[in-house]
């Protein structure tokens, strides 16, 4: 199983393409007749037009960096995020700007097609390279289930898979620490700790956080003797094929429905965002050294019933 889709999506390249042959059109168009946008808008002529063509020719060359990108948006995505940044300030600067009298609103009618129509096709490609790039580490790396499980050392200084052959494991991993779904997750696992206690499992929760960050988290839980594995380079995650999430998954209906409707960010609120905002969740019943029983969430809201994972297991 691949953790992820290391496809770029037929869309990416396209898209990329369009906003090059946008900003090249309109850069042009700016460095060539640099009053006219403002006879449209009918505003006053500037007495500098020459300033006007040099943000024209910014325009153009940005056109260049996403026909670039369009090649490869998981190696350019640089490109992209600067991009995307120009088109989230530049409308914050401008709306600054004509709140103090300084531009007239017409000017931003250009806002629309310019910045705004751009920010979710932007986005989405940066989430589809984060995805991609995670998927040749865990390429790269090819770690094997043994030798991660063996670089997951508790403060006993045991690893996990030799632990595994002295008592079977319940490994669960957490998303980032200011996630409200990972503090339900810990919630969760401490209202079925008597469930997961009589199977026998020994229950280690993973996190991407500093030994320090997920003592805290614990104890505010309710499971400061539960044991942890900080892994702030994912190393683990990988080895068990835990996927980043796509910008669907982050911001789907059952994601919102279940932070507002049924209330879990009005109980567990938000903290600290600690670790990748994109890593998925999971839960593992690990025996003997294998992987008996997983759950690879689909969603960040989805929950783990760490009562019938562990039903049956010893």
């Known amino acids: 199983m691949s953790p992820v889709n290391a496809t770029v999506p037929a869309w990416v390249p396209w898209v990329l393409r369009i906003a090059a042959v946008y900003n090249l059109a309109w850069g042009a168009f700016v460095i060539l007749f640099p009053r006219v946008p403002f006879g449209w808008l009918g505003i006053d002529q ?51 700007t004509a709140w103090r009298g300084d531009l007239p609103w017409s000017m931003g009618a250009t806002i629309l097609t310019n910045d705004l129509a751009w920010w979710i096709p932007f986005t989405a490609i940066l989430v589809h390279a984060a995805r991609i790039h995670e998927t040749r580490r865990t390429t790269t790396e090819g770690l094997t289930l043994e030798q991660g499980l063996k670089l997951a050392v508790l403060p ?14 319940l490994l669960v991993f957490v998303r980032h620490l200011g996630c409200t779904y990972c503090r339900e997750t810990l919630a969760d696992l401490a209202a079925q700790g008597a469930a997961i206690e009589h199977s026998k499992l ?17 104890a505010q839980a309710g499971l400061s003797n539960t044991d942890q594995i900080s892994d702030p380079d994912r190393r683990l995650y990988r080895t068990l094929e835990l996927p980043f999430a796509t910008l669907g998954q982050l911001f789907s209906v059952q994601t919102f ?36 029983r997983a759950v690879r969430h689909d969603s960040p809201a989805e929950r783990t019933d760490f009562k019938g994972l562990s039903c049956d297991i010893a």
């Open 156 to 169: 006993s200084h045991q690893n996990l898979f030799d632990l595994s052959f002295q008592q079977p494991l």
């Open 202 to 218: 020994h229950p280690v929760v993973i996190h991407m956080g500093s030994p320090e960050q997920g003592a805290a988290m614990l």
């Open 257 to 292: 429905w279940r932070a507002v409707v049924e209330g879990v960010v009005f109980r567990f609120g938000f903290g600290s965002f600690v670790g990748h905002g994109l890593q998925m969740s999971g839960a593992f019943v690990i025996k003997n050294g294998r992987i008996e």
């Open 46 to 96: 500037p007495n500098y037009p020459s300033i006007v063509q040099c943000l024209g020719m910014v325009i153009g060359v940005y056109g260049i960096g996403y026909w670039i990108a369009a090649r490869d948006a998981a190696t350019h995505w640089p490109i992209v995020l600067v991009g995307l940044l120009g088109k989230i300030f530049g409308p914050i600067g401008f709306v600054y």
